[in-house]
């Protein structure tokens, strides 16, 4: 009997779903699947925990001698075998390993060959070096396809045991002095003296060559001994020997070029100088190293859908270019300025940007010397300053364009909104928080009394169902003339995100926003699929390039814009304008506890982007208390915008500030 106690519940379907899945990755992974005929059927009853009780469903698995009927090839089934799955050692040999005091001891270790896949890197302090290839491999018979699928009728398929250590390829203590593991052939782990593939069962190897073995052959190779520091530098190297290989193919084909269509391999002259002048190190400040990566997905595509195209080094050039282009105005872009890898660590918006308060202040520490005594006319001159102090660190930088469009509104007389392009409609709607308390439903009958007309429930905390039967509630209370949405804040598992989007439309909501990891933007997209109303993005949203391939690809139909995530109010009416052109829906918002600071900034933006749809957040109406002398206020369930005077309208209360500083 199998006992479910994580999801509610699983059905026979989704179990063949995930064994669809487990079939392509072990696929992937090199491990055989075969072909069968029936040899048991076994009929059995899975007790299943639901939401409430627990029930039994008779259920039929099939398997044969192989393994789990895992999928049909037409009407073919497919058993799965996975060496050594089914038998118990594997966590018994990692102790064992991580306990051996010496070589023999470590040697004795993983000789059990428990592990079911993997290769071994050893050295000790008596200086031995030891690599062996891929734990437990079955012994099979010479003459099959092995990385494909196999005759399971046949019965020369069938394993015959497991190869012993000393069948394995491995290395024990080179003349070269070292060894090298990339997930890559054994054939190449050291310079000289490798294991001899002929030696071996032809389905025992199938890894080739690839660029982190070559790579990390070269630096081995490179000197006799290593310090420390010389170590450490060449393990975080950025030079990209791949680039040199691919470029030099690339070269060739543009000096061919020439010869048959001189104008087309011209209009490239620009971009193959930069490329070729390039030292292939990858930096913030490289644009080669951008061309290089745009050019090698576009290579890759073209490659694998229309495989005989002629010039395809070129024409992938071409779409590169063209890409970067439309994207970003021009195709020389720095790398900083696409590849954004920040960490998240606790603070109040590492989700968002990966900013902590104490990295916020050491931002802004860093950037105000460098702008002291300069002069700033205008919105563009704020962001044209601020932008380039440092890379990333967008919530700071938006803190710092705030308070400069400040002081050009007090300098020029006039309110934030009209610096941004003057009032696209007289007030804006605010979203009330249906955040699971317990008298949720009554600050909802609350509220839509005092004139609200859009709530937003916050879900993924309970199960989908839960949450599901929660946003049906909220439509219940507040009738069909409000706006109503659900917020998962990447909180959902893609399955789960699937369960409350198949039942987002019958629940009454109008929109489902960020359901799963803002990255995964297939998900976003399998979501957008199944939903009845449309997916929104927040944490997935950064850059204009995120909203365009976000649409492009159908993972949503609007998105929610922050100060935070974008760098100042510049950017985020750029990415307001973009999503307009694109008919996506636009959403304002702060992040949690933001003051009347950023409510005020956030509030004449909504009176200035191209449409809102989907209404603001503000998070300050929220707080017990405030640092400005008259918090921005909610009347008749609509911003009131600032009016203490131009820019932001606001006037703050420096008692205040000193009462609530930490730091």
């Known amino acids: 009997m199998a006992r479910q106690s994580i999801r509610p519940y699983y059905d026979v379907e989704e179990i063949r779903r995930e064994l669809r899945f487990c079939l392509s990755l072990f696929q992937e992974l090199g491990i055989v699947t075969v072909n069968v005929t029936w040899r048991a059927i076994e009929e059995i009853s899975l007790e299943i925990l639901k939401t409430v009780g627990i029930e039994r469903r008779p259920a039929i698995f099939r398997k044969t001698h192989h393994g789990p009927i895992v999928g049909y090839q037409g009407d ?252 970003w105005g021009t195709w020389r872009v720095p790398w900083g300025d696409v590849n954004r890898l920040q960490r998240s660590p606790p603070g109040p918006a590492p989700t968002f940007s990966g900013e902590t308060t104490t990295g916020m202040i050491a931002a802004v520490e860093y950037m105000a010397p460098r702008i002291a005594g300069r002069e700033i006319a205008s919105p563009q001159d704020a962001r044209a300053m601020i932008e380039p102090l440092m890379y990333g660190n967008h919530a700071a930088k938006s803190a710092l364009d705030m308070a400069f469009l400040d002081l050009i509104g007090k300098h020029r007389g006039e309110p934030l909104h009209e610096l941004l392009g003057g009032r696209m409609r007289e007030r804006a709607a605010v979203i009330w928080l249906v955040a699971g308390t317990p008298d949720e439903l009554q600050l909802v009958r609350r509220k839509r009394d005092d004139g609200f007309v859009a709530f937003k429930v916050k879900v993924a905390v309970n199960g989908p169902e839960a949450d599901l039967e929660r946003a049906r509630a909220t439509r219940a209370v507040v009738g069909s003339e409000v706006r109503v949405s659900a917020d998962a804040n990447q909180g959902y598992s893609p399955a789960d995100a699937l369960v409350f989007a198949k039942g987002a439309g019958y629940v009454g909501l109008d929109f489902f926003e960020q359901p799963v990891m803002g990255e995964d933007v297939e998900s976003m997209r399998a979501c957008a699929e199944v939903c009845a109303v449309p997916i929104g993005a927040d944490e997935g949203l950064h850059s204009l390039r995120d909203i365009r391939y976000h649409h492009d690809i159908g993972a949503a139909k609007g998105g929610s814009l922050k100060l935070i995530k974008f760098g100042g109010t510049g950017r985020v009416m750029e990415a307001g304008r973009l999503m307009h052109e694109l008919g996506m829906k636009i959403n304002l918002a702060g992040k949690a506890a933001n003051t009347s600071i950023g409510a005020a900034a956030a509030a004449h933006i909504a009176l200035a982007v191209p449409n809102l749809d989907w209404d603001i957040s503000l998070s300050s109406q929220y707080l017990a208390d405030d640092v400005v002398e008259r918090p921005v206020a909610v009347a008749d369930g609509h911003i009131v915008t600032p009016s203490d005077g131009p820019g932001l309208g606001i006037i703050v209360d420096e008692d205040k500030i000193a009462r609530y500083r930490r730091a």
């Open 76 to 327: 073919t089934p497919l058993a799965l075998r996975m060496a050594k799955f089914e038998e118990p050692g594997w966590l018994d040999q990692w102790y064992a390993m991580t306990r051996a005091t010496d070589l023999d001891t470590f040697m004795a270790a993983v000789s059990r060959l428990d592990m079911l896949f993997g290769n071994y890197l050893y050295a000790d302090q008596a200086g031995n070096i030891f690599y062996a290839y891929n734990a437990a491999v079955p012994r099979r018979a010479e003459g099959f396809a092995w990385a494909g699928i196999v005759d399971g009728s046949d019965p020369a398929t069938d394993w015959q045991g497991y190869h012993p250590m000393p069948e394995i390829p491995q290395l024990l203590n080179p003349e070269s002095g070292w060894l090298q593991n990339c997930n890559g052939t054994p054939f190449l782990s050291t310079s000289s003296a490798n294991p001899n593939p002929s030696d071996f069962p032809s389905y025992m190897v199938r890894e080739g060559d690839n660029p982190r073995h070559r790579q990390a052959r070269r630096i081995m190779s490179s000197q006799d001994r290593f310090t420390f520091e010389e170590w450490a530098r060449l393990a975080y190297s950025t030079h990209l020997l791949q680039a040199e290989e691919d470029f030099t193919g690339l070269v060739a084909e543009w000096r061919r070029l020439r010869n048959a269509d001189r104008a087309r391999a011209d209009r490239l002259t620009d971009a193959i100088e930069l490329m070729r002048t390039w030292d292939h190190v990858s930096t913030v400040e490289s644009e080669a190293m951008t061309l290089y990566v745009f050019w090698g997905e576009e290579r890759n595509r073209l490659r694998r859908s229309t495989p005989d195209r002629p010039w395809i080094g070129v024409a992938s050039l071409e779409e590169a270019m063209a890409t970067l282009q439309r994207d």
